[in-house]
């Protein structure tokens, strides 16, 4: 059982780290810490992708003297799986741009209730 | 069969609609040019319908398909006899209301007079496509539109009680348009075909319980603008409305659609033989029966004298649907006569009704004592009307009213009889103590005893339809064959068995 | 040679978006006339797809000639053309309407309001068009973003009203993305046709099985289906008047279009019926959405508001033809996506042209409405007919296909749920219209004096589009069957 925790452990760091993400998302009445929480969900999948790729010995998918070198045997399992890393790295840009969004989109809420908290801006707004 | 492909019944809907359109921007500016749209129209509308009898006089069926809607189901047109016979009602009638409206309208300056126009027009439209609708979406359509076209006349008045009247007629005729839906539908998932056939399609199709649940939604679902108890009460509220809707509701369009449409079901969908495995037709003469004789009693009770006469139309209607039921040849032609010639005895009704109201602003039975000398051609065409209702001859009331007995002892139901006796009774009842009381009872109050009619506008017409009524009685067929259409009909249905 | 129509509809106002920012700079009246030539473009291309698809059948598009399941692909069927055209007419309509609407309510920010709108727009079609499981992120997060951007631009409430959608949102991106991870990780495919043949193979696996929940979550929160509705109403109330007429029609519908596409497309129908019920789960969610909408809606006062939960409704419509899962069902969903943009376009360009003009929008106070802005409130009054499903409005006709649905597979719960809905619209709409149309007796005493109301009709501008949405939603009714032999027809499925 601990055997089949510790193998696994990757995994459950990305599930630990999306429910803390997903618990401030959720429970967290400021909307900034909210904010904080939307990072560390996405961070957590990104960690999950990126993690899949991995191979134990596996390097850096470059394939040198591709051509014109001779014959090379190109063992795939030798190579870590760069497809993930490409999909994250557009994911980091989605990130970035919802980080960017969520922002600005609490200095108008501040600018017009003078609070980040949720339940004031509700009081506020009754 | 004969078949010919003619746009002359989408010619005839459209033209209203077009009729519609030009009320509409015409508007308030220019009124003496809307009312002449009005006008044309209706005697447009009337000329292409008119056109359309030669045809069908000659057992052929004028068919026009506009787009297949879905799977075996276009939106398509078949005038046949019951269809035209029904087409001919409306738009004669609707010529006579249009008139009559002008006078009524103007006479007691009403307010929204284009809004008025522009739905009076668009309920003839749908009635029209009501009428030559050759399957049942096509008809639903149609139904719906009438509906909808309609609420605004209803509620025309905008007082508490209109606005009231008019929730509680949308109310009634929605939740049926909904029940019909599903009835519709369903029947669509049996048998994939829509299109009406004399004598009725669905046959051999499906299990015994299931068709006669699809009956019962079916019939309660027309019996709402049918007014059949105890799916009445929205008729006798809405009766707020200005009494030429009243009467476009009673005789022309929506009470007579709904009555179209049970017809239609109980000849075209299910049909005779259908109805008697089933056991149907009976129950359904009852339950209809049962409908005549109360509302013949809630009549008696009214004060209002358009809300007698709304009673008084819901017992008529009753006889209509039970004279269908009983699926003899007498009882089916009476029955669809009768609806022709309560249009035209009913509508003389209401059109006096008005008449009163705009001249002396009184709606009350006992309020009317001495007015038959004030008003004698309104009151003669009365006398005409609520003489034809109860069946006297040479009234075309008399015609109908003979052959539905004709068809109650073809069926061998001699209660039905007794109930048809009773209701002519229980009209002699109710009519004929207005009737005495205008001409001959002294008023308490001083009343003007020299001639002092309502206007020209509203005179005329229901003169014309009191006259109309009258040649029907001793000429079934001087109207555009109006009897022949009616008994071919008849013939063609249960030929079909 | 492959058409490039299939990238076109998408590039062009990706890279319109752009110009916008130096025109606009430049010439703040530069950007509507960009927008339009952009949205028009963009239009013609969707169309030349479509006819393309219709008389050639599929096309598939390798985005750099990579060819798939390695690069990019856009494949375009007759379901996503359908959508395609959908998303691109409705937008270019809101467009035109946009110009004055925007001068009133957000002077200042014309500008980025253009860019941001391009960017929705190309978003959207970048859903609709892509073949590929992750491309189909990146363009959901395109329009989220937008969107946020977009409603968060509105009156008071909205920046918060935006805060909450963005959280759901991302949420639901996520999960779609998780979704995304899991299929790969089992299958190493991220095509979507070519996990449509990998996957049966591995339909036992909890990996898969858990995917696929991830995407139903997802999805379910993009398209606000009941229970996940709950950014929806603030959103769309309190968001520009044009940003939720582009919004309203369009955003719920690709949501549906992606649920379609992954539970049928991906996904094997007999996965989602026969091996997990999930067209039952959605089809009772639907339930609960189309009689949640309606009874919500019944609640508010403000006539935005009751729209927006009245499309909480009409989502439910959608999922419930999905749910029914057989092919009258589909046929009424995918007419219904259809149907549905044009009836939510026409009464949410309604709003915004009564806001424009009186700036009011309580029920209460529509008073004398019809006098003031006759076509306006005909065209709300078409549109509400439809929603009731009145024939010969377009409602009627995706009633009909999922009644008929719903009996063909023996849900008489479902039934009456459509059944009673109609009826609950009935009374949401002719409370409106008794407040629009009819006066109480004392205001018209004097018989036929009319008051003295003069007309403001809206802007022309604001008025064509009204009564071109309009027009869809007769003609569509008429021509339902005509578009369902054509199009829809091949849309659904094959194996239903």
Known sequence: MFDFILSKYNYWIYIILMMIGFYAMIGKKNLVKKIIGINIFQTAIILFFVSTAAKRGGTLPIVEHAHGHGIHHIHAASYVNPLPHVLMLTAIVVMVSTLGVALAIVIAIYRRYNTLEEDEILEQRK | METIESIRPLLAVLVTLIGALLIVFTGERHRNL????????????????????????????????????????????????????????????????????????????????????????????????????????????????????????????????????????????????????????FIYTLTGTLDFKPGGFLLGRGQSTTLIFLFALLILGFGVKAALMPMHEWLPTAMVAPTPVSALLHAV??????????????????????????????????????????????????????????????????????????????????????????????????????????????????????????????????????????????ICGFISKWYLAMGCLEAKQVIFLLVLLISALMDVAYFFPIIYNSFFKIPKEAINPHLDEAPAMMVVPLVITAVISLILGIFPNAFFHFFNLASTAAAKILGGM | MTPQSPVLLVVIPLIFAFLTLPFGWWRKGLCYPITLVALSLSFLASLHTLHTVITTGTIHYWLGNWEPPWGIEYVVDHLNAFVLVIVSFVSLVVAIYSKRSVEQELPEKIVFFYCVFLLQVAGLLGIVVTGDMFNLYVFLEIASLAGYALIAIGEDGAPFASFNYLIFGTIGACFYLLGVGYLYVSTGSLNMADLFQILPDLYQSKVVLVAFAFFMVGVGLKMALFPLHVWLPDAYTYAPSTVSALLAPLMTKVGAYVMIRIMFTVFKPQFCIELIPVTTILGWMAAGAILFGAVMALAQTDLKRMLAYILVSEVGYIALGVGLANRAGLTGAILHILNDSFMMLALFLVVGAIMYRSGKREISQLRYLHRRMPFTMAAFVIAALSVIGIPPTCGFFSKWYLILGAIDASQWAFVAVLLVSSLLNVILFFRVIEHAYLEPDEEHAGGGSELAITIEEAPLSMLVPILIATAGIMVFGVLSGKIISTVIQFAVPKCF
């Open chain 2, 34 to 185: 809307r009312e002449f749209w009005t006008i044309l129209v209706s005697v447009l509308k009337f000329v292409i319908v008119i056109s359309m009898v030669p045809f069908v006089l000659e057992g052929r069926v004028l068919e026009y398909t506009i787009i297949t809607l879905t799977q075996g189901v276009s939106l398509q047109f078949r005038v046949d006899q019951f269809g035209l016979f029904f087409g001919v009602l409306a738009s004669a009638l609707w010529i006579a209301t249009s008139i009559y409206s002008i006078g009524y309208v103007r006479g007691l300056n009403e307010h929204a007079q284009t809004r008025y126009f522009f739905n009076f027009a668009l309920c003839l439209s749908a009635t029209m496509g009501i009428a030559f609708a050759g399957n049942l979406l096509t008809l639903f359509i149609f139904y719906e539109i009438l509906t909808v076209s309609t609420y605004p006349l209803v509620a025309h008045k905008e007082t508490e009680d209109a606005i009231m009247g008019g929730r509680k007629y949308l109310a009634y005729t929605l939740i049926a348009g909904v029940v019909i839906l599903f009835a519709i539908i």
């Open chain 2, 253 to 394: 369009a929506v009470v007579k659609a709904g009555v179209f449409g049970c017809l239609r079901i109980i000849l075209y969908v299910f049909g005779p033989e259908l109805l008697h495995n089933l056991d149907l037709w009976l129950i359904l003469a009852y339950f209809a029966a049962f409908t005549v004789i109360v509302s013949g009693m809630y009549a008696l009770a009214q004060d209002n004298l358009k809300r007698r006469l709304a009673f008084s139309t819901i017992n008529n209607l009753a006889i209509i649907v039970m004279g269908a039921a009983l699926l003899t040849p007498g009882a089916i032609t009476g029955s669809i006569f009768h609806m022709g010639s309560h249009g035209f005895m009913k509508i003389t009704l209401f059109f006096v009704a008005g008449a009163i109201y705009v001249k002396t602003h009184k709606e009350n039975i006992s309020e009317l004592d001495g007015l038959g000398r004030q008003m004698p051609l309104t009151m003669g065409a009365f006398t005409i009307g609520a003489m034809g209702v109860a069946g006297t001859p040479p």
